[in-house]
Every structure is written in structure tokens, then in C-alpha cells.
């Protein structure tokens, strides 16, 4: 393959999450049909996410439907009677390539992309495509090359279930990929592997649900894994090798043997971790690149 | 030594995809306990191992292992395999007990 080919290749396997716009106003469903077409025409918008109080999505408008109503003398009305409110959307864990094929198959101008909790992260056209592209390559690479700006941080986000020991690992997998694509050192991949993963297994084996956050600058990866579960009563305890709190049923899965956090320390240039019993548990790992 | 080539003289089957057995493997490891293999277990390695379940792939997809295999006649679930296949890991079982697989694996040469 031409060296040029397999850049672009490599480009189409990014998450989505890179090349859409994460900088939209929100748009409270009960806005009125004129205050939006203004937002819409400050902010120099062609359609606009409409989220509640929590910032889940509900619906998305665009400047179409805004011009429509106001012809048919609906300017008063409230932007939630018409808005879309089926609306396809794509989720972190979908790449380039993903949202190039929704364009594709479904012909609309524009994809929200949602969290698992159907939260609005940003918005994708075929035009932020074109324009971030670019952009994204130079990134890239200077990561690659270590010489990008220290307040450049790519950020990814995972929801991890409790329980679910079929996807269990899928993040840190995914995570593992995006940093290959990226062109980082195998032992660095290596300490982030383990440590996300150790970080996902426990969100899987211990919590009832959790994200695993990986934030990218071009000097050190931070991973964090909060999560919402039972807490840990005694911290100091827990990251002592061979302490475990796993059920036998866990164990017998070859999990909980109570090497998780010792692993994750031992790949960690920095290490912390902070519990609230009955609430949940965040553990940070900090890898340098250099 | 690829693990088509390992196939040929061990007494191995082949549960995955033919097309995945054109890696030479390098080294190898033997374990249960996911955690320790996450941290000693390195890439291009050939992971024997007991557990059967599907999150014994993502573990080998992270590590990039060459290869797991299941010793002891242990079967994995179809899920296993289907997962193996889909991220290109090759997944081999065996008759052969761990210890006997690894001295024969190491006196082929793989180490």
C-alpha cells in the first residue's frame, strides 16, 4: 500500500468523537421556534441538537425546519413541536469510516453523537469531515512526534456495565487500537492496555456501571475509571497484591485474584485512587510518554 | 516456526480460522489468573491457558498473543471461538497436559 494510502486508511479508523463539532449551544426543548433560528444564525448553524435539563438529546432541528414554521406563522411555537425527534445517532465507539457510511446509507446532513446514556456529545456534518480532516492528520503526527502543544488533549470515553463480562475489555481494546493508530511506542500500549483493562475488569467485576476515561496529550496519557458501586472500605487494603474482594464464582473466571490495582500501580507513573463506600470508586493512572 | 508449522508435528487442533495460523510465535505463557497474564504475558507470545470464557480473547487481543491454546482436551464455548475468529486470534486445544505442551513447544525451539 502507498504510504499515503495507508495514512488515510489509518485516519478512517479514528472515533467519530474527533471529527465532530463538541463546541454546539444547547437547546432546551421549550425554547420558541424565532430564539432558535437567531442561535442558530449567530453561531452560523444549519441544524442544532435539542437536549433536556440533563443533556440528553431529543430531537435535533435544522434551519429548514425553523424557516418552514415561521412561513407557516409557528414562530411562537416551541421548537420540540418541530423538531425531529427519531433521530439516528452515533455513539463514541463509532469510527470515521462508521459516520462516512451514514452519510452514505441515510442521506441526512447531520449525526448527533450520544453517550450510552443518550447524553449529547457533539454534532457531525460531512462539512466538519472536510475541515477537521486535515487537522486530525497534523495531530497526528505531532503526537507521533511528540512536538504538539501540551494543552492539546484528545479525549475518549467508554460506559462500562457492571456484570457484563461478554463486553468486558472491548474499551480497552478499542483504546489499545486508537493509540496503535497513533503511532505510540509498543511499551506504552502495553502499560495503557494493562491498565485500562485492569481498570474495565474492575468497573465489570466490582461496580454497577462506570466509564473509563483515556485523555491523550503529548506528553502522558491519563486513564480514569469512575464508577457508581458499592465503594471500597479499605483502600489501602485493596491495592495490596492478593487482596480480594471478588465472589468465588468471579475467581473461578480467573479474575479477582487480587493482582488488578497491584498491576495497574506497577504500570502507572502516577497512581490514585479515591473511594466513597456505598457511593462509588475513581482510579487514575497517569503513563509518560517520555 | 509459523503455527501452521507447529500444527504439523503437535498434536493440535485448529478451532479458528486457517488464515490466522501465519504468525510465527514468540515465547510463551502459561496461566488462569487473567491479571497475571495481562502483566507477564508479551506480545507474539502463546498463551496456554484454562479459562475458556470470551474475555480470555480480549485479554489475548490486548497482550497480542499469537496464539491461545487449551490444553487437557479443555473445549471452549462457541462464543469463545466465534470472538477469536473475529479478532484474528488463533485458538488451537490439545490432549496434551500444559507441561508437556510447553516442554515440546520449547524444544522446538520456541522461547
New interface residues.
Given amino acids: 500500500m502507498r504510504e499515503i494510502d495507508r495514512d488515510f486508511y489509518n485516519l478512517l479508523k479514528l472515533p467519530v468523537t474527533l471529527i465532530m463539532n463538541a463546541n454546539m449551544p444547547k437547546v432546551l426543548p421549550d425554547r420558541k421556534v424565532f430564539q432558535v433560528r437567531e442561535i442558530l444564525k449567530i453561531n452560523q448553524l444549519d441544524g442544532v441538537a435539542i437536549t433536556d435539563e440533563d443533556g440528553r438529546l431529543v430531537g435535533i432541528v435544522t434551519m429548514y425546519d425553523l424557516l418552514k414554521a415561521i412561513e407557516e406563522d409557528k414562530r411562537d411555537a416551541f421548537v420540540e413541536d418541530i423538531m425531529t425527534k427519531n433521530v439516528v445517532t452515533l455513539s463514541p465507539s463509532h469510527t470515521l469510516a462508521d459516520a462516512i457510511e451514514y452519510f452514505r446509507v441515510y442521506g441526512y446532513g447531520r449525526f448527533p453523537v450520544v453517550d450510552g446514556a443518550r447524553v449529547f456529545l457533539g454534532m457531525v456534518t460531512p462539512l466538519d469531515i472536510v475541515i477537521r480532516l486535515p487537522i486530525l492528520k497534523e495531530e497526528r503526527e505531532e503526537i507521533k512526534e511528540g512536538r504538539g502543544e501540551a494543552t492539546k488533549v484528545i479525549r475518549l470515553e467508554f460506559s462500562v456495565e457492571g456484570g457484563d463480562f461478554i463486553n468486558g475489555g472491548e474499551a480497552s481494546s478499542k483504546i489499545k487500537r486508537y493509540l496503535q493508530n497513533l503511532g505510540l511506542s509498543k511499551d506504552i500500549i502495553k502499560r495503557v492496555a494493562v491498565a485500562s483493562y485492569e481498570m474495565e475488569m474492575n468497573i465489570v467485576i466490582h461496580a454497577y456501571r462506570g466509564k473509563l476515561i483515556v485523555e491523550i496529550s503529548s506528553d502522558k496519557i491519563i486513564i480514569k475509571a469512575i464508577d457508581e458501586g458499592p465503594g471500597i472500605e479499605d483502600v489501602d487494603k485493596a491495592i495490596q497484591p492478593g487482596y480480594s474482594t471478588a465472589s468465588p464464582k468471579v475467581r473461578e473466571l480467573g479474575f479477582g485474584a487480587g493482582m488488578g490495582l497491584p498491576n495497574i500501580i506497577s504500570c502507572s507513573d502516577e497512581f490514585d485512587i479515591k473511594s466513597n463506600v456505598g457511593v462509588g470508586t475513581e482510579v487514575t493512572s497517569i503513563i509518560y510518554i517520555k | 516456526m509459523t503455527l501452521r508449522e507447529l500444527l504439523d508435528v503437535l498434536p493440535l487442533t485448529n478451532l479458528g480460522n486457517e488464515s490466522d495460523l501465519e504468525k510465527t510465535p514468540k515465547g510463551g505463557y502459561v496461566g488462569?489468573?487473567?491479571?497475571?497474564v495481562?502483566?507477564f504475558a508479551k506480545?507474539g507470545n502463546i498463551w496456554i491457558?484454562v479459562?475458556t470464557?470470551?474475555?480470555?480473547i480480549?485479554?489475548a487481543?490486548?497482550?497480542g498473543v499469537s496464539c491461545v491454546i487449551f490444553p487437557c482436551g479443555v473445549k471452549p464455548p462457541e462464543?469463545t471461538i466465534a470472538k477469536a475468529k473475529e479478532?484474528h486470534i488463533a485458538i488451537l486445544s490439545t490432549e496434551l497436559d500444559a507441561f508437556t505442551l510447553c516442554g515440546k513447544i520449547y524444544e522446538l525451539g520456541i522461547r
Fill in positions: 488462569d489468573l487473567l491479571s497475571n495481562m502483566r506480545e491457558t479459562q470464557h470470551i474475555n480470555v480480549a485479554v487481543t490486548l497482550i462464543e479478532e
